[in-house]
């Protein structure tokens, strides 16, 4: 081969290769999203949110409008990572004063230099959990006790469940003592807190069809002019979703929808000996047997569910071990979930780590130790009706065939354990309860966790793993618009029909 052929095909090689090479940098915004990446990954998460919004204004002056929502997404996230754990430590210390002034300080900052308390390091400072200290109380309960007032609430609320749990429930019926209820849910924001263009998308819960919610009803949309998808009542998770164009808003922006539905009280009869074989090829078995999102099923998780019901094979029998398990091992605490997956762990994994969370993670632990062990389970909930009003509530259930999904709810159990104002047999029967059984204050708004929302979010919400209140996403908004949403939100109950009986008159978990 002469010289020149030679030299002709290192030229021709070096023209493919070297816009290669050249282009290993990328754009400036790609080079700033790289960046932006980096210094997530070292938890700088200031100057990583930073750069993503300066990534986020390059790729809109290149045209490339899908990457710059990415940067968006990206730089939102990091904002609600912040915003989980705020307080640095001398916050944190003010916060215990103020909660438990009667605790002498050393043993105070004990709580702190042990590492009990919710942190992580960002921006080269440890900062801890918003909600760090409160979580003190429900992992000691000599504290939780010290306040006779919240114990006396909690105790009241224990014996005002009484007719519930002592409720004849006919043999061949799950589903009986149904309650009704309207519900409204505001969404009321002032104009100068919007951009004055872009679009704000709206997500509403609402309540789902399910067997203990089989009657379910929007009653109204006011004004419906910005509804764009009907309510989805029959899917895996119910929402109303609203496009509303914020170029053609003139004044403030106000939507309400009222809907009206039917729950149940449950109570399952479960003979063992007649709970049949599950249909491993089913759709059911395969969606709810499957380790995803934040029901993570890690070989730990797998092998404590193994060591927990040993030789027992009956599936009700070993996931009744496995509740009893979590009550006794598993702490109440307020979590992190805004910094959960996919911002960072799954949260069956976290439980399994600190042993300690609330009413969802402790549920989605549960869900991930039956599916471990080839039992179907879910995570599912939206709202509790515990004071007559709506909070937000994630419960269990795990699926038997001749029988059905059974309810589960481990952190309602859990609550029998903040009071010493009731004896220890009123505390075993509130436990007992809730395996197989559940009080009708409940509203069913999704079936499991992680279910995407209809139609999916296309931005940073607060909490994807679930909907419990109205939340949304905004192009033109830097900060996530759930900030201004849930500013501006007010949700509320009116029991319209059936016997709720003494609601509690204070707040509860």
């Known amino acids: 081969m002469s010289r020149v052929r030679v030299t002709l095909i290192v030229l021709v090689i070096l023209a493919l290769v070297v816009p290669v090479l050249g282009g290993c940098g990328g754009s400036p915004a790609q080079q700033a999203l790289e960046r932006a990446r980096e210094l997530e990954e070292k938890a700088e998460l200031t100057k990583a949110m930073k750069e993503y919004e300066r990534a986020r204004s390059l790729f809109v002056k290149e ?39 009667q605790v002498p300080r050393e043993e105070r900052e004990g709580w702190i230099k042990s590492g009990e308390l919710e942190h992580m390091t960002w921006d080269g400072k440890v900062h801890y959990f918003d909600q760090a200290a409160e979580n003190i109380a429900t992992r000691h309960f000599d504290i939780a006790y010290q306040n006779t007032a919240k114990s006396e609430t909690v105790a009241g609320l224990i014996k005002s469940f009484k007719p519930y749990i ?4 006919p043999e061949w019926q799950p589903y009986s003592n149904p309650l009704t209820w309207l519900g409204t849910e505001s969404v009321d924001i002032p104009r100068p807190e919007l951009p004055d263009k872009g679009v704000l998308k709206l997500w509403f819960p609402l309540p789902v069809l399910l067997g203990p919610q089989d009657t379910v009803s929007v009653v109204s949309v ?6 764009k998808q009907p309510a989805s009542l029959d899917g895996a998770l119910s929402d109303a979703y609203f496009e509303v164009p914020l170029e053609e808003l003139a004044g403030d922006l106000s939507i309400e929808v009222k809907f009206q539905f039917t729950h149940y009280q ?14 491993r090829s089913s759709a059911l078995y395969r969606e709810y047997t499957r380790s995803y999102g934040n029901i993570y099923i890690s070989d730990d998780i797998r092998s404590t569910a193994k060591k927990v019901v040993g030789r027992e094979k009956n599936p009700y029998l070993a996931a009744k071990k496995l509740y009893d398990y979590i009550l006794k091992e598993v702490r109440y605490s307020y979590m992190p979930h805004m910094a959960a997956w996919p911002r960072g762990e799954r949260e069956s994994v976290y439980v399994h780590r600190m042993k300690r969370g609330d009413c969802g ?6 869900s991930a130790l039956c599916r471990s062990l080839g039992i179907p389970a879910r995570t599912t909930g939206g709202w509790q009706l515990f004071t007559g009003n709506f909070a937000g509530h994630f419960w269990a259930e795990f699926y038997l065939p001749n029988y059905g999904w059974v309810p589960v709810d481990p952190t309602a159990a859990d609550i029998s354990d903040w009071t010493d104002r009731i004896t220890e047999e009123e505390r075993r029967e509130f436990k007992e309860f809730y395996f197989g059984n559940q009080d009708p204050l409940r509203c069913n708004v999704q079936l499991d966790v992680d279910a995407a929302f209809t139609p999916p979010a296309d931005g940073a919400v607060a909490m994807p793993l679930a909907l419990q209140a109205p939340t949304g996403t905004c192009s033109e908004m830097e900060e996530p618009a759930v900030s201004v949403i849930g500013q501006h939100t007010t949700i509320s109950a009116e029991l319209l029909s059936g016997d709720a009986g003494s609601l509690a008159t204070g707040p509860v978990h």
Not at 166 to 169: G, I, K, P, T
Not at 222 to 227: A, G
Request: hydrophobic fraction near 35%.
């Open 166 to 169: 002592e409720y004849q429930a």
């Open 63 to 101: 045209g490339e409008a899908a990457r710059a929502t990415e940067c968006r997404n990206a730089a939102q996230d990091a904002m609600f990572v912040m915003a989980t754990y705020p307080d640095l430590v001398s916050d944190t210390r003010k916060k215990l004063e103020e909660l438990y002034p």
């Open 361 to 366: 993670a402790q549920s989605m632990y549960f």
């Open 266 to 279: 449950e109570n399952f009869k479960v003979e063992p000996e007649n709970v049949g074989e599950y249909d």
């Open 222 to 227: 006011t004004p419906d002019t910005w509804l």
